[in-house]
């Protein structure tokens, strides 16, 4: 299961916490995310990829009151048991809500890869 995943904390910025196998994810998170607007939440599939932006369900705000977005690009199988923003939370968001939870708060989140 191979996904990208780009959000921001508390305290930290915008940073990617999964790299989806790439050495360098920002092409692909690019290619994914372009031409997609400031819409909260999105889905939007191109071939075999998936853009996916979930605000966070527990409605966590960073230190400056904003909204935490996830942004995913979800590829390969994954991807093709998505096909609504509802799916997206109901099938991705499990695998990171943990993993989120403890980073949070940290002050230099690692990537998990």
């Known amino acids: 299961m191979s996904f990208i995943w780009a959000t921001r904390g ?15 994810p920002l092409p692909a998170y690019d290619e994914a995310f372009a031409y997609i607007g400031d819409e909260p939440e999105v889905h939007r599939r191109i071939g075999d990829t998936v853009a996916l932006r979930l605000l966070d369900p527990l409605g966590r705000r960073d ?22 923003v509802d799916d997206g939370l109901a099938q991705i968001w499990p695998l990171v809500e943990d993993e ?12 998990q890869e």
């Open 10 to 24: 508390r305290s930290w910025g915008f940073r990617f916490l999964r790299g989806g196998g790439f050495t360098d």
């Open 63 to 84: 230190e400056f009151g904003r909204v935490i977005p996830h942004e995913f690009v979800v590829l390969g199988e994954l991807a093709h048991t998505i096909d609504s």
């Open 100 to 111: 989120y939870a403890q980073l949070w708060d940290s002050p230099t989140p690692v990537s």
